[in-house]
């Protein structure tokens, strides 16, 4: 049997930007995408905290140290600047992996530091 457990969360993120006519995605700081081991072009759940609204897409990197998440394509209309989002990657594992597994987590302060951060061992 084969399970669907989190990778990785990026949790309370405020959103920088959002451009509907952008061709779609989230756009995410290279350091937050490695700090969360979450890979550029890698499919993520976003879950918007302000309004419930949830979506998939997929990452894409933004410059180092600009904190950006940005929100583009049709999506643009489920998230406005200043939401909070959590971002959250999966992956697929057998049930004794599954029992072992720890996700990597960053929770984010209101300009996107890392706050509080567990890593997988």
């Given at each position: 049997?084969?399970?669907?457990?989190?990778?990785?969360?990026?949790?309370?993120?405020?959103?920088?930007?959002?451009?509907?006519?952008?061709?779609?995605?989230?756009?995410?700081?290279?350091?937050?995408?490695?700090?969360?081991?979450?890979?550029?072009?890698?499919?993520?759940?976003?879950?918007?905290?302000?309004?419930?609204?949830?979506?998939?897409?997929?990452?894409i990197p933004a410059p180092r140290g600009s904190r950006t998440f940005g929100i583009n394509g049709a999506a643009a209309r489920l998230a406005q600047v200043g939401d909070r989002i959590i971002v959250v990657a999966y992956a697929e594992m057998d049930a004794a992996e599954a029992e072992r597994h720890q996700p990597d987590v960053i929770v984010l302060d209101e300009q996107n530091q890392p706050i509080e951060a567990s890593a997988a061992a």
């Open positions: 049997m084969r399970l669907k457990m989190m990778k990785a969360k990026l949790h309370r993120a405020a959103v920088t930007q959002a451009d509907l006519h952008y061709e779609g995605s989230i756009s995410i700081d290279q350091d937050l995408l490695e700090a969360s081991n979450i890979l550029p072009y890698e499919q993520v759940d976003v879950l918007n905290i302000n309004t419930g609204a949830r979506f998939t897409t997929y990452t």
